[in-house]
């Protein structure tokens, strides 16, 4: 069975930044690909980024040109690069795994950005 496990999270001021981490329980090279999704209360999940087993990253139109998604296959960890920090990126964000047919998340870190 599959765990991803987030951290990174916590509470910040407007335009500052935040690194998340999520580390999975085995090799990432596995995956088809491995994203970040936020859930702010109220709304509906989103995916934020994704970073393809080729490389290709694609990110949401909300963020781009402010975070960057990575990986460290030999960590079997990949992260997420938070700058510019506005009030609305204030969310849960969820690390998630698509192999074959399956799909995995992590439990969720808590992202709070203050004015």
């Known amino acids: 069975q599959v765990q991803l496990v987030e951290s990174g999270g916590g509470l910040v001021q407007a335009g500052g930044s935040l690194r998340l981490s999520c580390v999975a329980s085995?090799?990432?090279?596995?995956?088809?690909?491995m994203s970040w999704y936020r859930q702010a209360p109220g709304k509906q999940r989103e995916a934020v980024a994704t970073?393809?087993?080729?490389?290709?990253?694609v990110y949401a139109d909300s963020v781009k040109g402010r975070f960057t998604i990575s990986r460290d296959n030999a960590k079997n960890t990949i992260f997420l690069q938070m700058t510019m920090l506005k009030l609305e990126d204030t969310a849960v964000y969820y690390c998630?795994?698509?192999?074959?047919?399956?799909?995995?998340w992590g439990q969720g870190t808590q992202v709070t950005v203050s004015s």
């Open positions: 998630r795994a698509v192999r074959s047919n399956f799909d995995y």
């Open positions: 085995g090799s990432i090279f596995s995956f088809n690909a």
């Open positions: 970073i393809a087993s080729g490389g290709i990253r």
